[in-house]
């Protein structure tokens, strides 16, 4: 979509890189990705409002993905986590996954930037979008890229509910015996229904 | 706790009732609960901060539970649909549930409010305290109550965990293809969760 790493960085005058630019280019992200959402976004939108170049976005952060991770100090990059989760054995598909997504939850600082976004998501259909547009692309397609159901997306879309809700449940509104059980215990109970759900 | 419906209402000059009354109480009522949570507030405070005899409230609204209910525009009162879901065939359970949970949210008026009280619980500990509260007394206990496995808490709350995540993923965040799933498609997906950890 945009230009290379490794094309030629600065033209018309813009900034090439220096002490706030690195910020500046992530405030100018937060901005384009709540004003288009996470589909309409570009690099190169997200440079021209920062006045830079889109190969120094790219030279910085990466793909349009990871721009969003660090943009909103998300916890993880599903680029990188989710090969790592649908590789491995597949019985064991729902007690991965169930584990890494409560390690991060177990987090304050990683699940904090998260729920913010949810929160806001809940009243504000910008955020909402926004969300929608990331996990359809970073996570659902994937995952269900995996799978060989024929409703492969629905079903990866009711084991993100049933994550989603746990850790709501659990860390949030901190409902009681959940959550004061111990990882181990939660895994017990979710692990077969995302199991279920993802290789039925 | 507090004087009962046919007890004398009005004492120390306190008002009777009247035109604008109803809507005093509930304004009292939200301001307790927010400050108090579900548990800590009491018929006779939201009462005594209305200027009104405890047997007002009662008489106008019914519980405690009944004045939550009332005050935070909740879509169904708890004490009158949790009986009527746990009765019935026990095979059939997880479809109930999730049949009346969908029924609720498929209603924009219906979750609206809900889904305000959720969104605030996110970044805010007194709205979480008083979600959790509610939660954990009008629902929870009564269908832990039902059940009698001897992990029965944590099982309705991994349940509770699975609707939330849903109808958060289907109708706020609008993930597809949940989002344009039949009632009858997800019931047939999530139904079974929700029996597996009800009557396992």
Not at 56 to 81: I, M, R
Not at 137 to 144: E, N, P, V
């Amino acid at each position: 979509v945009t230009a290379e790493p490794g094309a030629v960085p600065a033209r018309r005058g813009r900034r090439r890189g220096g002490g706030d630019t690195r910020a500046e280019i992530l405030a100018a992200a937060r901005a384009e990705f709540a004003a288009k959402g996470y589909d309409g976004a570009s690099v190169r939108g997200i440079a021209r409002a920062a006045g830079v170049d889109p190969a120094l976005v790219h030279h910085y952060f990466g793909t349009k993905e990871q721009v969003f991770v660090t943009a909103l100090q998300l916890p993880f990059d599903p680029s990188e986590v989710v090969p790592r989760l649908v590789a491995g054995t597949p019985e064991e598909l729902g007690e991965r996954i169930v584990r890494f997504f409560l390690s991060v939850w177990e987090r304050p600082d990683a699940r904090a930037p998260f729920l913010t976004l949810l929160g806001a998501a809940m009243t504000n259909e910008p955020a909402a979008a926004m969300l929608r547009g990331f996990v359809t692309s970073t996570l659902l397609q994937r995952i269900a890229a995996s799978l060989h159901a024929p409703d492969a997306g629905l079903r990866v879309t009711a084991a993100v509910g049933q994550l989603l809700g746990v850790g709501v449940v659990r860390y949030v509104v901190r409902v009681e015996p959940l959550a004061s059980a111990s990882v181990d215990e939660v895994v017990a109970l979710v692990a077969p229904t995302v199991q279920r759900y993802l290789a039925p």
